[in-house]
């Protein structure tokens, strides 16, 4: 048993010693911060073009994020002006209608739905464009005149409703709830917007966040590795080539020296060697043999 229990533990620091050396060349290489690649000069170009295109995008999604963070609090000013109004005119609505009601009787309500037959008030969407994001504005579209002409008898019938009693508190009441109406389709257009700014600014953000904080560290920490490579080749190359150097002038010198002495050694033997007769012999000398008469000589 013991016997077993030490070798699970000599086991166990083995275990740790490979996990920690392996964070150890994780963290000292920077592989977990930076982008797999091989280090070259066609590597550290596009790593360099990859990173301006990273500070570009990110600069220009920085710009967006502010210009919709500044629609952003002007509508959020506008919604809190409309709710504030909104409410004002829907109690004021709500008042004239209690008004109508009092002055006409309770069957207005049932008069009212018996002669409208058409909607006299219809909303028109329209895309508006914030930095790139499409918004939906709402607002009133105007009847055309076939439509009127064909609502004629809903408009009259709705504008004779009161001509016996109470006409002039259910035509304000009528003008009071239109303006209300506008008020509302003002406001949801604004709600809407602020929805989707609100989404937009949210995904800008987390963009230029990443951005920021991992695409370019990762890039700038690859360019780094590529550069501290392509340097410590160069010094390889340096060392490798002095090496080479350094061995062809031992090489040459060593030459010489073994020529040289040589030469010493010949010349020494040389030196040492006796005078031999039999291997001596005299040049003919340019003036010819002195014994032998010369006819062009006068004396």
């Known amino acids: ?26 963290s000292m290489s920077g592989q977990g911060n930076r982008l797999p690649v091989v280090p070259s000069r066609m590597s550290l170009q596009q790593m360099k073009q990859r990173y301006m295109g990273a500070a570009k995008g990110h600069s220009m999604l920085k710009k967006k ?8 609090r002007s509508i959020l000013k506008d919604i809190l002006d409309k709710k504030t ?10 008042i004239t209608l209690a008004l109508a009601k009092y002055t006409f009787g309770e069957e207005l309500k049932h008069t009212v739905m018996e002669s409208v037959t058409d909607a006299n008030q219809k909303v028109r969407m329209s895309p508006e464009n914030i930095a790139g994001v499409m918004i939906p504005v709402f607002g009133n579209q105007p009847i055309s005149d076939d439509a009127a002409k064909a609502g004629s ?15 002039q508190q259910v035509t304000s009441a009528r003008e009071s709830f239109q ?35 991992v695409v370019k560290p990762k890039i700038d920490n690859t360019i780094k590795y590529i550069i501290s ?46 005078f031999d007769l039999g291997t001596f012999t005299a040049k003919k000398s340019i003036l010819g043999d002195a014994s032998a008469e010369d006819d062009d000589i006068i004396f």
């Open 229 to 274: 490579e392509l340097d410590e080749l160069e010094r390889e190359e340096f060392f490798r080539l002095k090496l080479i150097q350094n061995k062809k002038e031992k090489l040459r010198k060593q030459k010489e020296s073994a020529a040289a002495l040589v030469e010493e050694t010949n010349r020494q033997k040389t030196a040492l060697q006796g």
């Open 153 to 167: 008898s809903s408009k009259t019938g709705g504008a004779l409703t009161g001509l016996s009693k109470g006409g």
């Open 65 to 72: 994020s502010d210009a919709l963070l500044v629609r952003f």
């Open 85 to 94: 109004s909104a409410g004002e005119e829907s109690r004021e609505s709500m």
């Open 1 to 26: 048993r013991e016997k077993n229990l030490g070798g699970v533990i000599v086991e166990l620091i083995r275990l740790i010693r490979l996990l920690w050396f392996s964070r150890y060349r994780v």
């Open 179 to 213: 303006k209300t109406l506008a008020m509302l389709i003002q406001l949801a257009s604004l709600q809407t917007a602020f929805i989707i700014l609100d989404l937009a600014i949210k995904l800008t953000n987390r963009r230029v966040n990443a951005l920021e904080n």
